[in-house]
């Protein structure tokens, strides 16, 4: 019986992802990269070399205004005016000395920035995915490009670079480090120093370009935030290694210092906030001057702009200009996929800048040979929209003019390298709208097959699991025969529906038939149930929900959109109880509704803010919005909380007598165990990144912290899970002998079943419980004291609903006119009534509002890549990223697995058949509905994204909002069918329990 509702959950878990799939295909593009070599085999590509050598140091993180003179208002002590040298040789050496701020595109990850800075090209919006195992380069680089002339090249550093650039170094002068062990703040740093010095002060080493990749900067950044003590240290550190480095410089060598990227004001990074993008870049050169004395530049060929917050604007150029401008400053070819346009300062030689007009010359040929190259490619219909334009602006260039004529080539050649650019960051934000089509199709589709079968199952009350069985052999004989459709519509229109490929059309088929033969099932009387009166029942909190993606603004503050959603979804509760026939229901309700209501506003307190809430948000997650550390009282509460939660929910068991068997056990024992191990873990983390105890106590702290969170999730998943499977029902038996009146002289045996009247409900709650003491863990300080008010929450929810019902039973029963029928066993089991989308309401909307009080936003740097080092000191495949997923994505797997509860809640198994029945009918029910909840928010925001795709916000806000409603979708089925098949549908110990007969 458990494996027909299985199969049902199954198949709309494959219909989502199927149009997750084909949606993402058209929606998020990666963009051809050419694998051509700019090879310069007649010497007329490049110029001669300005410097034989050079030294190329990467401080990660690095903002501009870590190195700015005229720093933003307020000025930070911990990171402003600390590294000084850039600023000091700029101010006293200004034709040797240069200082920029570059324009990072975004994602403003490492992987996607060396991939600009050394081949000067532009990621996509998807490419941020490769940051986390990224493969090789396989475009024409900078890199390349060394190798190609037989240069040698030093590397020691950040290991991506040797991921992406294999073969690249020489591996006598090779020296990588781990890059994702954020919480060691100095072993890459002084390896770079160990290595790097004793280089330059060899001078006879055979090496012609030295690449130093720091990390300290970065790691205290996303650590302990820009505002801490420690980064000042880091930075006192790098001004003093770039000191060492300055003195040891010979004249023919070149220092050029750069950031990747920049940080926001948390120390994290990823997305395109002005913080993240902005990185410093600082070139110097300690023999020939780079610009001639008397150069008069042209004001149009330098671009200034203001850093948030400073009142003096800075030199401001794009970090993929770094690639032709130092290629051809160390006589090499400009790489073959650059659209970066070369830095006027650094080739101004002569007091009429002919070196410039070389130069410049040169690069707006190669990005013309770049264009006709891509034009000629697979992918060059592409470049029809603006194709016209870019050759009207090529043939303006008169690459022979006169000397007074040069002001206006200069011109010419900067607007086609700039209007290139331009172009091909629209290029790669192109949407396959077909694809996209497809996938809508079935979002829509499943969308409304999964209606369907929500309101299908309320009308056939106990014959559900008999049509289940016929409409398995349907939809899955129909997946076969769509699949047969979708390769005869591939053969017949795939040449004209780009990149649809045979899998795409055997998927799009297959899901399309089986959700087309799902709608068409229902039997004749069914569309009755879909009438004016079910229509205006619509859950109006889902509908304005959906709605908030139609808006920017809206989506923006969505957190505080569900706040006012969540409260306003128990007003139905709230009337009821004031009407409820007794007093006890009525003061139960209230209570409880006031108790939930309570918990959720004291859940919003907790907010992380994104760039474009501000000034009108503060975060209270995190001690401030440029420090990551949890706030003092919550460092103060988080022990308390952990003892505390598993005390709570036995008192609400205590309600049903139900807090007796297994959940005495876990209860006392195990959860408080696992959970204060979790707490123990993040206050340890805290006192080991302020190094409250010393330095010297670093590599204690961090052992014996992981060892407390091996042992809260190891306790949890072999105790407490074997405790569950093996006796999962919270009941206590007694027996006692009693005189027989029947039979005097005569005694006979009684038996006492306490916790009987919620078996199903506290069985799963223990379930349930389980998995809360498995992400606590994985969730910040701040993020305990919200998994316990949502535990709160839920359980004041279910007690509410489960009023609700004796009232609506109660009402029943007296508007029958037979009162009697109310001593009937069952005569108000919640089993009895089908599912109300109105109870789901508040759980689904409390999912998104603890996604969002657990220091989460829609948004890149929002990600909390501290949870990947809770099991493990270093970055560990796969159980890195599924820590991070799981502290992103736990809160909506969290709350979807406590759907049944509405189901099970004060639910006996009473001796008739039908109750089982309609308990896991409602089992059913309750997850469809879950998922058709977060489903139709995943189709309101894909509609809105295809519609709004050329709206200004599409990368910033409307793609990263789909990509999240998408993973949350995938998220809630997985919970949904592993609380079926684990907790309820499958438990073999719980079935053969709870059927007491």
Known sequence: MAAKGLSLLLWVFF??????????RGFLLTRLALSDVNRCEDGQCTLSPTHRRAVVLIIDALRFDFLSPHPPEPVSPYHHHVITLPQELTARKPTHSFLFEMFSDPPTTTLQRLKGITTGSLPTFIDMGSNFGGSSINEDSFIGQLKAAGKKVAFMGDDTWTTVFPDSFDPNMTFPYDSFNVEDLHTVDNGVTEHLVPLLQDRKAAWDVAIGHFLGVDHVGHRLGPDHPT????????????????????????????????????????????????????????????????????????????????????????????????????????????????????????????????????????????????????????????????????????????AEDQDAQWRDMTAYTRQALAVCRMLWAQFNVSLMTLGLTLLITGTIATTLLYLK????????????????????????????????????????????????????????????????????????????????????????????????????????????LLISSIV?????????????????????????????????????????????????????????????????????????????????????????GSAAIVLTSILPFALFMGSAFWV?????????????????????????????????????????????????????????????????????????????????????????????????????????????????????????????????????????????????????TSLRFSELTPLALLAVHTFFATGHQATIPSIQWKAAFVLTPTLTYPLSPLLVTFNTLGPHFLIALAAPLLTLWNVAPLPQPATDVRVRRNAAQAGLGMMLYHATLLLSSAVCSAWLRRHLMVWKIFAPRFMLSALTVVAVDLAVCSGWASGWGMCPAARRHCSLR
Request: with cysteine; aromatic share 10%; hydrophobic share 45%.
């Open 457 to 564: 199952l309320s009308v056939l009350q106990e014959q559900w699991e008999s049509w289940t069985s016929e409409a398995r052999r349907w939809y899955v004989t129909s997946m076969f025969s769509g699949a047969l459709l979708g390769f005869a519509g591939y053969i017949s229109i795939s040449r004209y529906v780009k990149g649809l490929e045979l899998f795409e059309s055997l998927l799009f088929g297959s899901a399309l038939a089986s959700s087309l033969v799902v709608i068409a099932s229902a039997p004749p009387s069914f569309p009755g149930v879909i009438t004016v009166r079910s229509l205006v029942r619509i859950p109006l909190p889902l509908v304005l929900h959906a709605l908030v993606f139609a808006s920017n603004s809206f989506t923006v503050w969505e957190d505080r959109v569900v706040t006012f």
């Open 231 to 402: 980064m000042k240290l880091k930075q006192q550190q790098m001004d003093g290694v770039l000191r060492q480095v300055v003195d040891l410089l010979d004249n023919e060598t070149l220092l050029v210092l750069l950031g990747d990227h920049g940080m926001d004001r948390k120390g994290d990074h990823g997305g395109d906030g002005d913080y993240e993008t902005s990185a410093a870049l600082w070139i110097y050169s300690k023999g020939p001057q780079l610009l001639h004395p008397k150069a008069a530049i042209p004001e149009h060929l330098l671009t200034t702009r203001l850093f948030p917050g400073a009142t003096v604007p800075n030199r401001h150029i794009q970090q993929i200009d770094l690639a032709p401008t130092l290629s051809l400053l160390l006589g090499l070819p400009i790489p073959f996929n650059n659209l970066g346009t070369v830095i006027p300062e650094l080739f101004w030689h002569d007091k009429a800048g002919k070196v410039y007009t070389r130069a410049l010359t040169l690069n707006a040929q190669q990005v013309k040979h770049y264009l006709d190259t891509y034009r000629a490619s697979s992918s060059g219909t592409e470049l029809d929209s603006a194709w016209d334009d870019l050759e009207r602006t090529w043939r303006a260039i008169n690459i022979d003019v006169k």
């Open 15 to 24: 219909i989502h992802l199927a149009g997750i799939y084909l949606y993402t």
């Open 684 to 832: 340890l983390e805290h006192f080991d990144s302020s190094e409250a105890f010393g330095p010297e106590l670093t590599s204690t702290l961090r052992w014996v912290r992981t060892l407390f969170a091996r042992l809260s999730m190891g306790g949890v998943l072999s105790l407490g899970c074997a405790l569950w499977w093996l006796v999962p029902l919270c009941l206590k038996i007694s027996t006692e002998s009693i005189p027989d009146p029947t039979a005097p002289g005569q005694s006979k045996r009684e038996v006492t079943v306490i916790g009987f009247a919620n078996t199903y409900g506290a069985s799963y709650l223990i379930f349930w419980s389980l998995f809360l003491a498995l992400l606590y863990p994985a969730t910040q300080l701040t993020g305990h004291v919200i998994l316990a008010l949502v535990a709160v929450a839920i359980l004041a929810h279910l007690e509410v609903v489960d009023s609700v019902r004796d009232v609506q039973g109660l009402e029943a029963v007296f508007a029958s006119g037979n009162p009697s029928a109310i001593l009937k066993p069952d005569a108000l089991q919640p089993a009895s």
């Open 572 to 660: 139905p509760f709230v009337r009821v109880g004031f009407a409820a026939p007794t007093s006890r229901l009525r003061y139960r309700i209230l209570g409880f509704s006031g108790l939930f209501a309570v918990c959720v506003r004291l859940m919003a307190v907790s907010t992380v803010c994104r760039e474009e809430q501000q000034p009108y948000c503060h975060v209270t997650f995190f001690a401030s919005s440029s420090l990551p550390s949890p706030p003092s009282l919550v460092i103060w509460l988080s022990m308390p909380t952990a003892i505390a939660l598993p005390w709570v929910i036995k008192r609400f068991l205590k309600i049903s007598q139900s807090d007796k």
